[in-house]
Each structure stands twice: as C-alpha cells, then as structure tokens.
C-alpha cells in the first residue's frame, strides 16, 4: 500500500526566511514555533534540493 503525500507548493521570500531562521536558531521562542518555523524552512528548500517527501520527512523523525 502506497502512502500518499500531500502537495503543499512552499515559497519563501528572503525576508521570510531570514525571520524564520532567526526564530529557529534564536531558542528563545515556543518549541512548537521553533519546529514549525524548520519545517518551513525545509520545506522552502525541497524544490530546489534534490530529496523525496520520504527523505526529508525523515530528516524531522
């Protein structure tokens, strides 16, 4: 059985990236808003590095 991936076209302008890495790398906020923020992050990256949803899904296990 096949597990299917949800499709969520990510795009991030420098500014927002430059906030969410401040946010990820700072520690000074909420747990769930330092994971969310990498997730973002991640996920802004995959159309321009090679990787499965498989493979960058794992890199968050």
């Known amino acids: 059985m ?4 949800k ?3 990510i ?4 500014d927002e990236r430059q ?3 401040k946010v990820a ?5 909420a747990a769930r808003k330092i994971t969310r923020s ?5 996920a ?4 321009r590095v090679s990787g499965s949803p ?3 899904t794992l890199a968050f296990a």
């Open 2 to 5: 096949a597990i299917r991936y």
């Open 7 to 9: 499709k969520y076209i």
């Open 11 to 14: 795009r991030l302008s420098a």
């Open 19 to 21: 906030r969410l890495s």
């Open 25 to 29: 790398c700072s520690g000074k906020a």
């Open 38 to 42: 990498r997730v973002l992050l991640k």
């Open 44 to 47: 802004g990256l995959v159309g």
């Open 54 to 56: 498989r493979q960058w």
